[in-house]
């Protein structure tokens, strides 16, 4: 099972952060700074696993972000790269050629994906296409910021 | 009503939206708490609103907010209001919201069950969707317990989007609630089968987990999978049905027999790395049942995965490989020249994995080989944490199960020769204990060892150049140990002598110089006993007059132990020499003092000692010594486990199994320490200097210092409170510092206000905690300081805290470059100089010599004083001569009285304030207080800032001001009840909270 999912960027700033079991907001704060410390540390050329406590944690660098999943220490880290190259590809064929600024701007968003796509630590979704058509037709119910604002208030 | 319309939709245009605040905040980079703290108070006038779409953009913020790790538990009913929104667009950013901001503790979660079940059974599957996403976030056992039917219902949904959803929700509600599991484990199982591939999936994952929780009540389930195994392409479900089988296989043989076949098919055919690597994982678990050509197959695609050029599975491969490594040691040692070559890798997690792998290979054979090759590897390798694994690894291969694969001992001496050339290392300790080790046990190779280590000795400048941080002098003292012990075998026992008595010496830590003594006796006699053997006596009287000439040097160490052995022998000799100078003949005697052989003994050799009868092991012989001083009496020894401290008991009351479980410990710990028998009490006492070796004691200190603030307070009174306070503190702090706890409550900082009204002007006890936790410490700290800090609070007006801090340097080191930092609050902030970052240090503008301290002021500025608060900060500095780091965290304790100051006020004024009706009530009872009521006015006035404004009979008002203007008025009556009134409630709550601490400490 999968435990957390950060994405920071090569600053350390925090970009989303999802957590699959329930922590308390000082123990998550303090995994955050252990994990961007430990994560930024690495060397280039190094491999992608670092073991933390009882979890193994996987990260990857995509442009400026880094990626960073902790999963169950019998998980197995190969699948564990996938669900974060997979949820990266979401991104991108969401955003079209997502980079770190849309992610910021629409953190909202990369939410709404990443819940159609893993659900309390498991995967529920393996097909992009599926995940795909989930997001665009909760997009379709979900109204505009513009439409928001000529309405009138009541 | 329409007004109100409109002016919301205005509003509207104006209000930040995600986008504007996300903005706003990269435009903020300087100031950006600030900029933040502005944008909390427009959310929470947004959020007063009644509008619910200005409401949920509030909320969307807010959720970015926390993100970036501000605290937005206050909006959680707002969150609810969202989530209940019957339009999807709010829905769906409140339950993100809650599920990024609820936790269990959350309370207003119990209002939600009702909304969520509404949620869960709406028609829109979208809405239901993010219902069950929330849920999976925060379900409490609670939730779990009233929603277990609903979602169990869900499982059989029409839309496969809700079922597989559902499917996967149940899992947290399983965990939360296991009595839902029985119902609904056949629908689950069911959905193993369900036409939509997402849903069998989940319920795979589902089914997974659980039987990895419990596997033999899923064992049933088995023929589905192995059905399901054949048959799927999907190769994430592929790896969680493999996984589920290794939890499966070892409560059922017979399953990796039929295992096997599928898995060799899927390892040779896959293309897949991740699929593979979870097949060869699971031959490898459930190795024990199947053949060795399968071992052989995975140990050859683990050795594709190693030569591969990309690090992931070179690490997985060898990380697989550890693993077979246990049960087929043979196959995995054929690749040694691979694991080898690992050691070369760029990536340091990847040769430590190969290290790990190594410790396995070795052989009787291949040890010298393999060792070799570390050994190169250690003069390359940079970084030392990796150099440091390297020596700990050597060290740990040779010795492992009682020296095995050892043929040749001189190597081996030499080989922990050779390592303590290594700079910068801190195992010396380490290499120490197995010198003394193979010099205790293994009689034939004492000549060589005692060789070695006289050289050791007598080149010990080269180790010491800079040793003092570094620890490897640690060796010093087995080597002059072995020289003394062994001193039979010294081809030149005068020139050891010599060495040993070098004035250099006398820089090495404590518990070495120690040993030096002690050895140099027994070489003192060993020498005496040549040079009497074969001439005139001459020579030996030189002898003598060398000690005599050199041991003062000792007698005068700080170190007591030293100090003591050095004047015992001291007084030894000098006799020794009254004797020599009559001619008579001492070498014998002087012998017979360090007689007797060392034996080498077995490690259970004391269970066969059998106990005599109505001897009790566990009873105290005297009386437990007191708590305080157990600590600090505790003897320490290098080479025991630092466990030692922890297993002393504590109590004489303890149970028949606490004293079981103690006795087995015991006989643990003599089983591990070699020297167990040997463990002489001196040897153990010498190390009761270097205490703080691995471990520095939590420093706690607890000061409360005086403010320098105008009042007037009637100052006879003040002046005995303060006699009587520090007498209380001289006790206390005697009896603290033994434990290495400090608690000051010092007025040593009173000054004089020049101000005209005040004459004696000391107002208490600005609670001040300096916490340090524990120091992070590699090398071996002898020089380690502890600092203790004194801090002085001082108040201005406005915002600003002055907070005057007093650096102790207690240790014998000289500190430099001291930083002083506060990790800032939202409301708190130490002012720090125009242009540097918001977690920049502020430098201590001096250093210390040891002993001396300093005092340094640090301005903060406060925002709100309703609240105390605790700052965290750290002190770095670093000792001379050692460039290391070196830190000490402490809290820094803003109480709300700090922020009070003793104000005047006449009768008349404090009448009309009480009348204005602008104030706030409040009462507080102080219980089990028993001093006379001027006394327990004196108190609050000099505790709590106040000043008496008119006092009857049985009670009196007293008044005080904060440095933001508010009043505070309380009325004390003899019946110890205070009934208080102020214009800020908070505040006076938090004022009355400390006022009853003060009181219930007394």
Redesign the interface.
Known sequence: ?MRFLLLFSRQGK????K??T????REK?KI?RDMTSMVLAR?P??????HWKDLKIIYKRYASLYFCLAVDN?E????A??VIHRYVELLDKYFGNVCELDI??N??KA??IL?EFL??G??????KQ?VNR?IE??DM???T?EE??S???? | MALKIVKGSIDRMFDKNLQDLVRGIRNHKEDEAKYISTCIDEIKQELKQDNIAVKANAVCKLTYLQMLGYDVSWAAFNIVEVMSSSKFTYKRIGYLAASQCFHESTDVIMLTTNQIRKDLSSPNQYDTGVALTGLSCFVTPDLARDLANDIMTLMSHTKPYIRKKAVLIMYKVFLKYPESLRPAFPRLKEKLEDPDPGVQSAAVNVICELARRNPKNYLSLAPLFFKLMTSSTNNWVLIKIIKLFGALTPLEPRLGKKLIEPLTNLIHSTSAMSLLYECVNTVIAGQYCCSLGSVVLCVQKLRILIEDSDQNLKYLGLLAMSKILKTHPKSVQSHKDLILQCLDDKDESIRLRALDLLYGMVSKKNLMEIVKKLMLHVDKAEGTTYRDELLTKIIDICCQSNYQYITNFEWYISILVELTRLEGTRHGHLIASQMLDVAIRVKAIRVFAVAQMATLLDNAHLLTGNMQRNGICEVLYAAAWICGEFSEHLENPMQTLEAMLRPKVATLPGHIQAVYVQNAAKLFATVLKSQEGNTDGTAAQETSQLMIERLPLFVQSANLEVQERASCILQLVKYIQKLQQKDVEVAEEVSALFAGELNPVAPKAQKKVPVPEGLDLDAWINEPPSESESEDEQPKAIFTKEEHKHSRPRHTEVDEKELAKRREARKQEQANNPFYIKASPSSQKVYQESTGVEHIPVVQIDLSVPLKVPGLPMSDQYVKLEEERRQKQRVEKKKKEKKKRKEKHSGRGKKRDSGPESEEDITPAHMVDIVTEEMPENALPIHTPITVCDIQGNLQDGSQVVVSVIFENKCDGFLKSMEFNVLDSLNAKLQRPEGSGPHDGLTVPFQLPPGVSNEARFVFTVQSIVMPQKLKGTLTFIVKDSSTHEKLDFKLHFTCTSYLITTPCYSDAFAKLLESGDLKCSSVRLEGVSMPFHHLLARICFHHHFSVVERIDSCSSMYSRSIQGHHVCLLVKTTVSIDAKCDEPTLLGNVLDEIKQTFSQC
């Open positions: 099972m925090l970009r989303l952060q957590w699959f329930p922590i308390s907001e704060k955050i060397q050329r190094s491999c992608n696993f670092l019998q197995n880290e190969l699948l790269l996938e910021i701007f953190f909202e939410y709404f819940d659900i309390g498991e995967i529920q979704e393996t097909s599926v989930c037709s909760s119910l979900q109204e910021m928001y604002m309405k009138p208030a009541f």
